[in-house]
């Protein structure tokens, strides 16, 4: 293992992933991820030889947790930031997995050109879940991006996410409940079918505040939901669905 300090910068600390003896880099000042991007990782499918993209990647979270989760070994990863896809890169150097993963700096809105037509299995994304100005507006750019349609809008993810996957590839996405309606109507406008939903609620009886979604690419009209997921048995202690999806 590399020393850490060739690595990882000051302001920056290394997270342990539980998976592998993963770790990842992260900037406290900037954007961490949660754990809607971890839910995301158990929630999809990659099978050996499937190629994998991850739309908007941030720190490279979703592909090196899928490394460790599934079969496939050919992932990339888009990220318009700068500095997040520099610490993405440097965390796949630092887990050994300059062979599997590639970091693009690139914007979502591109990403049909930059990769070129059908030529994923897999995409995955989360992608910023606030419409313009909805919500707190975030001070810091890095977050207010990665939180806010800034640089891309849901339906800039769907529309290149159409154009990049194979027929019958495969779409992952968590977003929020709130915007259900429009997911469903931007994935049916775009042909990729939604196959499969969960809904995750934080405690059994609250309302749910994230969604996991499967589409296809050119699928046949037919949706499973699944049994929802719930976060917390008790304040601070998680369900053992989630304990076994972060693989403590």
Same mark, same amino acid.
């Given at each position: 293992?590399?020393?850490?300090?060739?690595?990882?910068?000051?302001?920056?600390?290394?997270?342990? *992933?539980?998976?592998?003896?993963?770790?990842?880099?992260?900037?406290?000042?900037?954007?961490?991820?949660?754990?809607?991007?971890?839910?995301?990782?158990?929630?999809?499918?990659?099978?050996?030889?499937?190629?994998?993209?991850?739309?908007?990647?941030?720190?490279?979270?979703?592909?090196?947790?899928?490394?460790? $989760?599934?079969?496939?070994?050919?992932?990339?990863?888009?990220?318009?930031?700068?500095?997040?896809?520099?610490?993405?890169?440097?965390?796949?150097? !630092?887990?050994?997995?300059?062979?599997?993963?590639? /970091?693009?700096?690139?914007?979502?809105?591109?990403?049909?050109?930059?990769?070129?037509?059908?030529?994923?299995?897999? &995409?995955?994304?989360?992608?910023? %879940?606030?419409?313009?100005?909805?919500? =707190?507006?975030?001070?810091?750019?890095? #977050?207010?991006?990665?939180?806010?349609?800034?640089?891309?809008?849901?339906?800039?993810?769907?529309?290149?996410?159409?154009?990049?996957?194979?027929?019958?590839?495969?779409?992952?996405?968590? =977003?929020?409940?709130?915007?259900?309606?429009? &997911?469903?109507? *931007?994935?049916? #406008? !775009?042909? /990729?079918?939604?196959?499969?939903?969960?809904?995750?609620?934080?405690?059994?009886? $609250?309302?749910?505040?994230?969604?996991? &979604?499967?589409?296809?690419?050119?699928?046949?009209?037919? *949706?499973?939901?699944? $049994?929802?997921?719930?976060? !917390?048995?008790?304040?601070?202690? !998680?369900?053992?669905?989630?304990?076994?999806?972060?693989? %403590?």
């Amino acid at each position: 293992m590399m020393k850490e300090n060739n690595l990882v910068h000051e302001h920056e600390r290394l997270d342990e *992933l539980h998976r592998n003896g993963y770790y990842i880099i992260q900037d406290p000042k900037r954007f961490c991820f949660g754990m809607d991007a971890v839910l995301l990782s158990g929630f999809a499918k990659a099978k050996a030889g499937e190629r994998v993209l991850d739309l908007g990647t941030g720190t490279g979270i979703i592909p090196i947790l899928m490394e460790a $989760k599934t079969e496939s070994e050919d992932f990339s990863a888009l990220e318009i930031q700068p500095e997040s896809a520099d610490m993405a890169r440097r965390s796949v150097r !630092y887990n050994h997995l300059e062979d599997k993963i590639k /970091i693009v700096t690139g914007d979502i809105k591109d990403a049909s050109s930059l990769f070129g037509a059908s030529s994923f299995d897999i &995409i995955t994304t989360n992608p910023p %879940y606030m419409i313009g100005n909805h919500g =707190h507006s975030s001070a810091n750019e890095a #977050k207010a991006i990665a939180r806010h349609e800034v640089c891309c809008t849901l339906d800039d993810v769907l529309r290149e996410s159409a154009r990049l996957l194979t027929p019958g590839g495969r779409f992952y996405m968590v =977003h929020r409940p709130f915007r259900l309606a429009e &997911i469903f109507s *931007l994935m049916v #406008k !775009y042909r /990729i079918e939604p196959k499969r939903m969960q809904l995750v609620y934080p405690y059994v009886d $609250k309302e749910p505040n994230m969604v996991l &979604i499967e589409g296809m690419r050119g699928g046949k009209s037919r *949706l499973t939901v699944e $049994k929802p997921l719930i976060v !917390y048995k008790e304040p601070g202690v !998680y369900t053992d669905e989630i304990y076994e999806i972060y693989g %403590y």
